[in-house]
């Protein structure tokens, strides 16, 4: 074998090796990625049901249900919405202290095929003035909220389906 022929091999096998780990990186980076989704993202194209994902938005008035899970842990069932769209979620643990019904909400888990949203893990904002950045683009898309007319109106107010609409000569600010 020639010392060309030598270098070649060597340069393929580095090339390949190369190759080879540049491509177990990607495949182990795309498989841990979790994207940020609100409700309407949902209800315009579901993910796969093995994709984990961020849902967030928040947690609708009156919808928060607390029962004990069959292994004895405690549980809740809520629904997350961003004013257009609504998606049940269910969570086995102890919810966060601030975790609040009409307040902002982002939980990681899974979409089942039966539309319930299966969390794994439930963050809720951590003061009074906190809003996660998605939820506040989800409710400048949905109408609810117009950052050129001032802070963001009440949660309470986002909790409903059709954005409030003010009377004729009234701005938002």
Known sequence: MTRKRRRLY?????????GSATALTLSAFQ???????SPSDIAREAPGPDRAFRL????ESGSLERETAPDGRPAARFRVTDGASTVPVTYAG???????????????????????????EVL????????????????????????DQGAPPPAASWNTLEPERLPPGRSGG
């Not at 967030?56 to 947690?59: A, K, P």
């Open 10 to 18: 060597l340069l393929l096998l580095c090339a390949i090796g190369l």
């Open 31 to 37: 498989d841990n990625l979790v994207f940020f989704r």
């Open 56 to 59: 967030g938005g928040l947690v």
């Open 94 to 120: 102890v919810l966060p202290d601030l975790f609040r019904e009409g307040q902002g909400v982002v939980t990681l888990g899974k979409l089942g095929p039966d539309g319930l949203f299966r969390a794994s």
């Open 124 to 147: 809720a904002r951590h003061d009074e003035s906190y809003m996660p950045p998605e939820v506040a683009d989800a409710l400048k898309r949905s109408g609810h909220w117009n950052p």
